[in-house]
């Protein structure tokens, strides 16, 4: 099962139908498919074979979607890092991938210079930038396309549970590791996300948020598999992002929340430009309820929300249930199992919170050279995801917190998310984070990190004043509100509480 023969069906059976979309560049599968090739030829005339590793560090770009299907062509194994990291965190997961290319741009040469004496798996002529390097020693990426053959590779065998990618984690929760895909994974992402999703060969999925982030096959792997349109974007930006939808027709997207919220909340913002949509996907974070039922007042009947890990476990909330459980992240899809389980490991009954384990044909097969931490995560083929939530008597789920953000005050649990509906409630909230910070008393408290819609309108008290009067407990209660303009943000636009927090528990012990 090699998911790059799905290019040489569609070259083959639909040819003239528009493959992807990439700022003024549209090419169709019969095209596509000779690019992809000529980039599969291009490696393994470098000495890439079957299980080798490729590292990318690219924006979102034709050059990085080529490369993820040449390196499936030839069972190269693809890195996909972001152009984010720098210093030690991009030296070591360089290195612990054992990459032996890395394919780059001229802008991040400098960077990549600063810590090349020290990476010791990159073969010499196995530095690529995709335009014009701006140091010795790199090869440019078009010129080793230019030589190589259009045709579809042979000979080259791939089994199931050959790998396909590295993901490496967010590091929201720690140091990141490296999440295995294999091409029987990739292939699931295909089928299962195209059902879930209800896309088809017709379908026009319109990407604005970064390729690398894993969240970014779920409507990927199905447009490559059917056949379907795949529109790209080099960024998000909210009036380019509508002006995408509107011009391309653009009938499945997949945003973090942060993008769903600015793209509601921008000043071109208007229902009938975006009414090819079909379906709005929300992934990544909880999406608050006040923000939900603003884009189902606009935009009815199209809200979507996945909850999942890289790691290989999720559920969906359909459209079609949405109104009735709007509070909920759905329910697994075909061929997947859930339990809510207590520290024990013991299943507990709907309505009792504890942590979500789940199982499923997505799930890894673990983390790259990490059989320790493979063995936490992963306990009798369950993956123990670190999340708390419930079920109810239909078995949907609730989310409550994950594990680590949830606040541990005078003895009480407070989960972060509750205040945060909240806080959102104020007409002056664009978004909300909340997250412990050390009391003297309680032995942690609340703190509330707001972004306004517009600098000013309301003080950090008397936001404070207005969020305590609404809590449902005295326990929930914030100590502090503090007003920001932006969150710290992973590449994958997920609000990165972590570094927010540390600067309040910096020289204090360790939370638990």
């Known amino acids: 099962m090699n998911i790059g023969s799905l290019f040489c069906r569609h070259a083959r059976y639909r040819p003239k139908q528009t493959a992807v979309v990439f700022e003024g560049t549209r090419l169709v599968y019969r095209a596509y498919n000779r690019e992809i090739n000529r980039v599969a030829h291009a490696l393994h005339d470098l000495g890439i074979s079957k299980g080798d590793k490729v590292a990318t560090i690219l924006p979102n770009c034709l050059e990085l979607l080529e490369t993820y299907w040449a390196c499936a062509k030839i069972g190269a194994v693809v890195v996909p890092l972001s152009t984010l990291l720098e210093g030690k965190g991009l030296l070591s997961l360089l290195n612990d991938s054992d990459a032996k290319v890395v394919i780059t741009y001229s802008g991040f040469v400098q960077t990549l210079e600063a810590i090349r004496s020290e990476l010791h798996g ?88 970064s390729i690398v982030f894993n969240g970014a096959f779920v409507t990927l792997m199905p447009a490559v598999y059917l056949g379907a349109t795949y529109v790209l974007m080099r960024q998000f930006e909210p009036s380019a992002f509508i002006e995408a939808v509107e011009s391309e027709r653009a009938t499945h997207v997949m945003m973090v929340p942060s993008q769903i919220v600015a793209m509601l909340n921008a000043p071109d913002f208007a229902p009938e430009r975006l009414a090819s949509l079909e379906m709005i996907l929300s992934l990544g974070a909880p999406l608050h309820r006040e923000h ?91 993956l123990y995801t670190g ?55 309680w032995g942690e408290t609340p703190l509330a990190a707001v972004i306004l819609r517009k600098p000013g309108s309301v003080s950090e008290g008397e936001l404070k004043e207005w969020v305590n009067a609404r809590v449902a407990a ?39």
């Open 474 to 512: 005295k326990y929930q209660r914030v100590h502090k509100v503090v007003i920001m303009e932006e969150f710290p943000r992973s590449a994958a636009g997920k609000t990165l509480k972590r570094v927010m927090r540390e600067p309040y528990w910096a020289g204090k012990e360790t939370r638990i």
């Open 122 to 209: 990159i073969q010499e002529d196995g530095w690529i930038v995709i335009d014009e390097p701006e140091s010795p020693g790199y090869v440019n990426f078009h010129v080793l396309k230019e030589g190589s053959s259009h045709m579809d590779p042979q000979g080259i065998e791939i089994q199931d549970e050959d790998p396909f990618n590295i993901i490496y984690s967010s590091g929201t929760t720690g140091l990141p590791k490296g999440i295995v895909h294999t091409h029987y994974i990739r292939a699931m992402y295909a089928t299962l996300f195209a059902s879930a999703c209800r896309m088809t060969p017709e379908s026009v999925a319109l990407h604005a948020g």
């Open 292 to 382: 939900k039922e603003a884009l189902a007042r606009q935009l009815p009947g199209r809200f979507y929300e996945l909850y999942g890990l890289t790691e290989g476990f999720m559920t969906v909330l359909d459209k079609t249930e949405y109104p009735a459980k709007p509070d909920s992240v759905g329910v697994p899809p075909p061929f997947f199992e859930m339990m809510i389980v207590d520290d024990a490991g013991r299943e507990l009954s709907p309505g009792e919170v504890g942590e979500i384990v789940g199982r499923g044909p997505i799930l890894m097969p673990g983390y790259y050279k990490r059989p320790e931490q493979t063995r936490e995560a992963v306990r009798d083929g369950w």
């Open 387 to 441: 999340d708390l939530g419930y079920v109810d008597e239909e078995g949907f789920l609730y989310l409550v917190d994950r594990k680590k953000d949830m606040i541990l005050s005078g003895g009480v649990n407070v989960y972060p998310r509750d205040i945060e509906e909240v806080v959102v409630q104020h007409p002056a909230v664009l978004e909300a984070a909340v997250f412990g910070i050390p009391h003297e008393k």
